[in-house]
């Protein structure tokens, strides 16, 4: 069972990444998913998620500029990021909730940093 995000990297500011997670050993279409970040001596703060019926909440930081995503046919949940600023930059983390269960997963996390 785990969560393996990727697609982070270094981008200039103004620019895009896609992260993607893939979800392995779980019903995929059970859980809301969502995508978390955390930057240097900060907390780590909601981004963005979707349900399973695919309802959608961005936080007000980055609407507009990201959009969250996902394809329950290959497991997987995306973030779309557009217009990249520096104060973007933080280790994004995927999340997993059953949509009943107590049962919350998280994947290992990737590093995005955006450069001025």
């Known amino acids: 069972v785990q969560l393996q995000a990727f697609g982070g990297g270094l981008v200039q500011a103004g620019g895009s990444l896609r992260l993607s997670c893939a979800a392995s050993?779980?019903?995929?279409?059970?859980?809301?998913m969502g995508w978390y970040r955390q930057a240097p001596g900060k907390q780590r703060e909601l981004v963005a998620s979707?349900?399973?019926?695919?309802?959608?909440t961005t936080a007000d930081s980055v609407k507009g500029r990201f959009t969250i995503s996902r394809d329950n046919t290959k497991n997987t949940v995306y973030l779309q990021m557009n217009s990249l600023k520096v104060e973007d930059t933080a280790v994004y983390y995927c999340?997993?909730?059953?949509?009943?269960?107590?049962?919350?997963?998280w994947g290992q996390g990737t590093l995005v940093t955006v450069s001025s």
């Open positions: 999340n997993a909730k059953h949509f009943v269960r107590p049962r919350e997963l």
């Open positions: 050993g779980i019903i995929f279409n059970l859980y809301d």
């Open positions: 979707i349900t399973r019926g695919g309802i959608t």
